[in-house]
């Protein structure tokens, strides 16, 4: 009988004290949202950067619609989630494409929701920040066809400790223009983008969802900018009916990734520590079909990797960090938690990388807890390997 100890665990769980932090537990400031000018909350507050953190942050008008029409007034909503924190806060404002405010912010929520004017713009926001994260209002739009109006966000879920550092900042931009139902290409308020050297400049946030393919061989080419800073980027290219596909080119024009979103379906590019500079974003039909399709792009950036999901943008990295304990000297037991339903296969692999080992699960989301039993193995070194579509985690361990 061999007896099982760990030496290494890969990850040494390091419990961070946040110091401080909660955010304006009032109202918030004004011109703090990141438009044109604008700074964000990050500026004050301190702790993961922008967008880095487990948060969602979720933006809709009329309850997902792309357009606005003229005169009317508009539902919407906001909403901040973070496993991590535990009060949330919220600063918009709207502008058109030349940096103007354009329309009315109107209040409903007299109990939840702040509104306050600086310097010709309007600011809706949280009231008396708490636990309370999904925040509704109007937005009257202007009486005519003003072009693309741009929603700025700047959220904040803080860990209520009384001070700036601990938070977590999510900005996000969103974009709307008026409709034209039927011609998918009469509303692509980026073209024309149909070569490289004429492509599109997207904000490295935000969604855009005025775009479109049309049939007569469009392509649509984007740039974003990367910074040595946050240079892990995730782009995900949604469309609803026919196959579009992404790709993404590095300063040099070398392809780094390509991925098609087929009918009625979903791509998801991650892309991390990319060379800072410009890079191009290229979106083509890749179907046998001759049609148009509207699309809607999403882009997000990060100091952590992002790790490929099937589903949905959220950090997943923690899908598969696990951790070993050893409760008697001839079995090991690894425990993690599962955020959503996988697939899983654990695996104890030994210095020569073959697999010893492997069990294929399927498992729900929660805690899961799976044993190996060390009994009939050599002594040496191994490591055990927690894989799902998420990713992957190793860890090392020995066994005597
Ligand atoms: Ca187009
Ligand atoms: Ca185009």
Known sequence: MRKSYLVTLGTILVAILFVAATLRSGN?????????????????HSGAS????????????????????????HTVNVSLTDPTQTRFGFSLTV??????????????????????????????????????????????APATDVGPVHFYVSSNAADFNFGTSGDTIYNGIYTFTTPVASEPCSRDIFEPNDTIAEAAALPIIGIFESAGICDDGDIDWYTFNVASAQNNILLRLVAPDIDLSAEVYSPQNMLIQSQTAVANGEAILDMNNLATGT????????????????YKLFIQ??????????TSIKDL???????????????LRIKWNAQEASSYTLSLIDVKGQTVLT??????????????????????????QLESIFGRNVKKIAVF
């Open 28 to 44: 918030p400031p004004t011109g703090w949202t990141g438009a044109g000018t604008e700074s964000t909350c990050n500026l004050c």
């Open 50 to 73: 922008p967008n880095s953190g487990l948060g969602v942050l979720t933006f809709s008008m009329d309850g997902g619609t792309a357009n606005y029409t003229p005169g009317n007034t």
């Open 95 to 140: 502008l058109d494409s030349n940096d103007n405010a354009v329309g009315t912010l109107i209040r409903t929520d007299m109990t939840n929701t702040s509104l306050a004017s600086s310097n010709g713009r309007q600011y809706m926001g949280h009231r008396n920040a708490g636990s309370f994260n999904t925040w509704q209002f109007d937005w009257q």
């Open 279 to 294: 890079h191009y974003i290229k979106i083509y039909n890749s179907s046998d079909a001759s049609s148009s399709e509207n």
């Open 301 to 310: 950036r990060r100091n952590t990797p992002f790790i490929r999901s099937a």
């Open 317 to 331: 990295t923690s899908e598969t960090s696990f951790t070993v304990y050893s409760p008697s000297s001839d079995q």
């Open 359 to 384: 069990q294929h699960l399927r498992e729900g989301k929660g805690s899961i807890e799976k044993q190996l039993f060390t009994g009939q193995l050599k002594a040496g070194v191994y490591w055990i």
